[in-house]
């Protein structure tokens, strides 16, 4: 084998190259987010500067928050902690306030389309609203700061708002309106966990909901072209009589348990009855109701109640049915029973005061009978099955994780170091007591004079000396030299390892193709 050692010592060359620009690559793209704060001013009127850890050069307060996890509220030992909002003094109590409502905004801003971030009570109302008004399926969570609760959220006033829009005020209420009843299942016992309001969260599960807004939609568009066909010679016993006919010709009774746990998946809504054609007696009711509301009749929703437990927050209902309002008097309505415009008995109504009739409707010259073209209907049935809506998906918590940064600070021979985790949120925080918040506790005794905070992005491995600037008494800057961690230049190591592993893999290539013959 003859070696050709022109080549050989080409190879050596670009073997050089190939380290040099592998170690240079893996250089440009080392960065350590480290970050300087640098206090200058006097009492008063101290200024909160921030620079880059590597280059010393100044970077704005929207840069630092963004990209090296620096907060708005900035809490920095220099003899005495100062409070410092945006890089100007604000006041220990104005720090106290903004600094939880900024971790209340982080929070929310973690979780997602999932958080509201909410700041008072009315916040938490159009929340509520906002949640079950427009359908939306997920657990939610409300977040606010622990100022907030204490001081903006009237608590009572809240359960009290929920429970008049989404619930019962008597678990025993045992007759509703569709507006109550139809899109969701009404809570009978509280259901908002009161504990959670000193942490700055309340957790809202919407899983009491049975239908979505795209089922919304496709009804209506439904009920569009069938409504027209159900007002028979204008009076509301047509009207009645053809609700009636029209849901128990059309309407498969489905066993199902399983409504309990998860309305959804179930079959109780209108949907459920008059798009699928199959539900349980509560989809009946609900369907019934829907259409007496579209034109126009008052009637209402009953659970037939047997039992309450009001201390394992549990009830018994065995059936569901309607009351409808004809003439001036309620009467009893029963699609999945074959009952029409019976009489109303003493035990149907829990705490009634509607003017019921306790013996059935006169029917005598009445038609009983109520006549559809059901070829039409499946026709317009179809058409709005096609109707082309955005998917309703679950709306999900998304990770609340976030990189560490850590908060170190030098004062002549005396050193503190904080590992600060802002997100998530840690719900045992004591906003009134500054050292459980943002700022670095202190270790030995202070040497007034100088401060210089460097923030990481974190406290892994041992890195090099970096240069930085400090204040002096005289609010002068000074340059000294201290020992910084940093993470990612560690990581510029195993860059340079990959690299070289790639160089020695061409390096193979070339002497093969080059250098022997």
């Not at 942490?199 to 072209?225: A, D, P, Q």
């Not at 309407?251 to 309305?263: E, K, Q, R």
């Not at 009489?343 to 009634?352: A, F, M």
């Not at 082309?388 to 609340?400: F, G, Y």
């Amino acid at each position: 084998m003859k070696i050709n050692w022109k080549k050989l010592a080409i190879f050596g060359v670009i073997v050089f190259l190939f380290v040099i620009g592998g170690y240079a690559f893996s250089i440009n793209r080392s960065y350590s987010y480290g970050l300087m704060l640098n206090v200058t001013g006097s009492k008063g009127n101290h200024v909160l500067k921030y620079y880059d850890a590597d280059t010393n050069t100044e970077v704005d307060i929207d840069t630092a928050i963004k990209y090296y996890g620096a907060r708005a509220y900035m809490a920095i030992y220099k003899d005495d902690y100062l409070y410092f909002y945006r890089g100007k003094e604000i006041s220990k109590s104005e720090y106290e306030k903004g600094s939880v409502a900024e971790e209340a905004d982080i929070r929310a801003q973690n979780i997602g389309d999932a958080a509201y971030r909410v700041k008072n009570t009315a916040e938490i109302k159009k929340a509520f609203d906002d949640i079950y008004k427009k359908l939306k399926i997920g657990t939610f969570y409300l977040e606010f700061s622990t100022y907030e609760s204490s001081h903006d959220i009237n608590w009572d006033e809240v359960y009290a708002y929920y429970k008049d829009n989404y619930g019962l005020n008597d678990v025993r209420q045992n007759y509703y309106s569709y507006n109550v009843k139809g899109n969701f299942e009404p809570d009978r016992f509280m259901t908002l966990d009161s504990q959670n309001k000193s942490n700055g969260e309340l957790e809202i599960s919407s899983k009491n909901i049975r239908i979505t807004g795209n089922e919304m939609n496709i009804v209506n568009k439904f009920l569009e072209e069938l409504l027209p066909l159900m007002q028979g010679d204008g009076s509301d016993y047509q009207k009645i009589l053809a609700a009636y006919t029209y849901i128990k010709s059309t309407t498969s009774y489905l066993t199902d348990d399983g409504f309990v746990n998860d309305l959804l998946a179930s079959n109780t809504s209108v949907y459920d009855a008059l798009i699928n054609r199959k539900s349980v007696c509560i989809g009946y009711s609900i369907a019934f109701s829907y259409l007496m509301d579209k034109m126009g009749i008052e009637s209402y929703i009953v659970d037939q109640i047997t039992s309450v437990d009001e201390n394992k927050q549990t009830f018994n209902s065995v059936h569901t049915y309607n009351i409808v309002k004809l003439d001036g008097k309620f009467y009893k309505v029963d699609t999945t029973g074959s009952i029409f415009l019976a009489g109303i008995g003493s035990n149907d109504l829990y705490n009634s005061k509607l003017p019921i009739s306790t013996s059935a409707y006169n029917r005598s010259g009445k038609s009983t009978t109520y006549y559809f073209d059901y070829n039409k209907i499946n026709t317009i049935l179809n058409k709005a099955k096609s109707t082309k809506t955005t998917t309703t998906a679950e709306i999900r918590r998304t990770s609340t994780a976030t990189k560490t940064t850590s908060i170190k600070t030098t004062k002549g021979n005396n050193t503190t170091q904080k590992v600060d985790d802002p997100i998530p949120y840690n719900p045992s925080t004591n906003p009134t007591n500054p050292s459980n918040t943002n700022e670095p506790t202190t270790s030995g005794t202070p040497n007034s004079g100088e401060t210089n905070t460097t923030n990481n992005a974190s406290n892994n491995g041992e890195g090099k000396g970096k240069t930085t600037k400090q204040s002096n008494s005289n609010g002068q800057d000074k340059v000294e030299d201290i020992d910084m961690t940093n993470e990612e230049e560690d990581k510029s190591g195993g860059n340079i390892f990959l690299g070289l592993i790639a160089v020695f893999v061409t390096g193979i290539f070339i002497v093969y193709k080059l250098v022997f013959k």
